[in-house]
C-alpha cells in the first residue's frame, strides 16, 4: 500500500523540474549572450571578413624551410622536456602527499585500528595530516596551470623552468589525488593475511598495499604525462617556454604560415607520444 | 611425454638473465631520457630547494595574504566569474550545435556501414558517393579537436578583437570537435538489435534513427556534454591570459601590475565557481539522466 503512494509523491516532486530547467536554461542562454558579448556579425562583417582571409591566406602554405624547421626543433625538444620533469616533480609531489591524504592508510584501516584503539589525541592529530594533506592537493589542483605558470613566471623567469613547475604543482594536485584514492580502493585480504603473518607497518606496506596499486600508478601517471605534453606545448603562451612561445610570436608578427608549421609540429609530437605512451601502456 | 617448456636451471638461468639486461636497457634509457630532459628545460631543483628561494616564496605567499575584500574588487570578480560562467555555457553551447550537425554525417555506421547499408552492394559508386559526407565531416572535426583551446583564443582574438567573443568562440570550436568525437563514439557502438526489429518491422532509416538509436545515446550525450561543460569553465578562467575576458583577464591584470591581493580575491573566486560548477553538473546528471 506504501509503494504507489510513494511513487507518486515523487512523480509530482519530479513534474516541476522540467518546466524550472527549461526556464532557467533560457534565462541562462539570454543573460550569456549579452553578458559574452556574442555577436556573430562581426565574422561577417568586411573588417571580420578580411581578416579571416589574411589568416586563411596568410596560413598557405605552411614555412617548411629548413631554416625554421630547424629554429623549431629546439622548442619542441624542449616541450617534451618540460612535460617529462614536469609530471616527474608531479610524482614527488603527488606520490608523499597523496600517501598522507589516504584515509585507511593514515587514520582508518588495519593499519591504524590496534594503534589508535584509545588514543583519541593521537587520533586526531593524525586525521589533522590527512586533512591538511587533502586541503594542499586540492589547493594545488584548483588553480590553473596556467594561472601557476603565470606566476612561476614572476617567481624564477621567462624560460622553461617555470613551465616545469607550473605543470609539477597543478598535475601534483591531480596526481595526488588519484593516487590516494587507488590507495583506498586496494583489497583488504592480502594485508589482513601479512598482518596475521606479523608483518610489520612497513612490510605491509610494501608486500601488499604497493604490489596492488602499481599497475594502476603507472598507467595514470603515464596518462598525465601526455595531458603535460599538450600542456607544456601551450603554457609558453605566458612565457613558459615551449612550443607555445612561438606560436604567440607568430601570431605577434603576423607570420601565419610559421603558426600552421607550428601548429602541424604539435600536431606531429601528440600524435608521437599518445603512440608511445599506448606502446609503454601495453607493456605494462 | 611431450617437452613442452625448458625447464632445466640452465635454460631459467638464460632467461632471467635475459629478462635482467632488458630491465637494465630500459631503465638506462629512461635514465639517460631524464638527464637530457633536466638540462635541456633548464631545471636547477638544488636552487628551488634553496634557502633564497624559500624564502621569496614565503615573501610571495605573504604578499598574497590578506585578499583584497573591497567592494570594488569584489564586484570586478564577481562581474569576472559570470563572464566566465557565460563563456563556458555559450562555449558548450555552440560546441554541441557544431557537433550534433556533423555527428550524423561522422559516424560510420549511420552513414556508409553496418546494419542499415547491408542489403546494399558492398562495393560500388554510392557507397563511395556515402563515405565523402564522412570524411567530409571527421577530418573537420580532427582538425577542431586537434588545436588547443588556447591557441583557438588567440586566434579568435586576432579575427574578432579582445574579449569574451573570442573565449565563446574558442571553446566551441574545439569542444566542437572534442564532442562530435565523442558522439561519434557512442553512435559507433550502439546496440544493433532495436534496430533490426524496427527494420523487421519496417521501419524506414529516418525513424529508426529517432526511435531506435537516439533513445539509445541521448544519455550518454547528456553525459558527455556535462562532462565537457565542467573542463570549459576551468578552461574559461584562464583564457583570459591571452585576452579572452572572463576571470582570466582580472588575473592577468592583477599579476602584470602586482596587484597580488587582488590575485588572491580572483583565485578564490575561481575555486568557488569551479566548485558550483561541478556540484551544478553532477546535480543535473542525477536530473536529466
Known sequence: MNQPA??????????????????????????????????????????????????????????????????????????????????????????????????????????????????????????????????????????????????????????????????????????????????????????????????????????????????????????????????????????????????????????????????????????????????????? | MVKTWDTTPAAKQRVAAKSILKNLLILSFVIGFLVWSYRGAGIQLSQLFSRDSFEQILIYVKKLFPPDLSAVVLHEALKGSMETFAISFMGTLMAVVIALSTVLFASRNLIYSGLLYEMEPKQGWKRTARMLPYLAAKSPLNILRTIPEMVWALIFVFLVGLGSFAGVLALGVHTGGVLGKLFGEVLEDVDNQPIESLQATGANRLQILFYGIVPQVLPQFISYILYRWEVNIRVAAVLGLVGAGGLGQRIHIAISLFLENQLLTFLIFIYILVTVADYLSSYLRRKLI
Open chain 1, 6 to 284: 510513494q511513487s507518486l509523491t515523487r512523480q509530482s516532486h519530479r513534474s516541476l523540474f522540467p518546466y524550472l530547467f527549461t526556464a532557467l536554461f533560457l534565462f541562462a542562454i539570454i543573460d550569456s549572450w549579452q553578458r559574452a558579448g556574442i555577436d556573430p556579425k562581426v565574422l561577417f562583417e568586411t573588417k571580420g571578413r578580411e581578416s579571416l582571409w589574411k589568416f586563411l591566406a596568410g596560413m598557405f602554405p605552411p614555412d617548411l624551410s629548413w631554416n625554421f624547421l630547424s629554429l623549431m626543433l629546439r622548442p619542441t625538444l624542449e616541450t617534451i622536456q618540460i612535460s617529462l620533469w614536469g609530471t616527474v616533480i608531479a610524482v614527488m609531489i603527488g606520490f608523499p602527499l597523496g600517501l598522507l591524504g589516504t584515509n585507511n592508510l593514515i587514520v582508518r584501516g588495519i593499519l591504524n585500528e590496534a594503534e589508535l584503539q584509545g588514543a583519541p589525541l593521537r587520533r586526531s592529530l593524525r586525521y589533522a595530516i590527512y586533512l591538511s594533506a587533502r586541503g594542499i592537493l586540492s589547493l594545488f589542483r584548483c588553480i590553473p596551470e596556467f594561472v601557476w605558470a603565470f606566476m612561476f613566471v614572476r617567481a624564477v623567469g621567462l624560460g622553461p623552468f617555470p613551465g616545469v613547475l607550473a605543470i609539477g604543482v597543478a598535475y601534483g594536485g591531480m596526481l595526488g589525488k588519484v593516487y590516494s584514492e587507488i590507495f583506498e580502493g586496494v583489497n583488504y585480504r592480502p594485508l589482513e593475511a601479512l598482518q596475521s603473518l606479523g608483518a610489520n607497518k612497513l612490510q605491509i606496506f610494501f608486500y601488499g598495499w604497493f604490489p596492488q596499486a602499481l599497475p594502476n600508478f603507472a598507467s595514470y601517471t603515464l596518462y598525465r604525462w601526455e595531458c603535460a605534453v599538450r600542456a607544456s606545448a601551450i603554457l609558453g603562451l605566458v612565457g613558459a617556454g615551449g612550443l607555445g612561445q612561438q606560436i604567440e610570436i607568430s601570431m605577434r608578427m603576423f607570420n601565419f604560415n610559421e603558426v600552421l608549421t607550428i601548429l602541424i609540429i604539435l600536431f606531429l609530437m601528440v600524435a608521437a607520444v599518445d603512440y608511445l605512451s599506448a606502446k609503454v601502456r601495453a607493456l605494462l
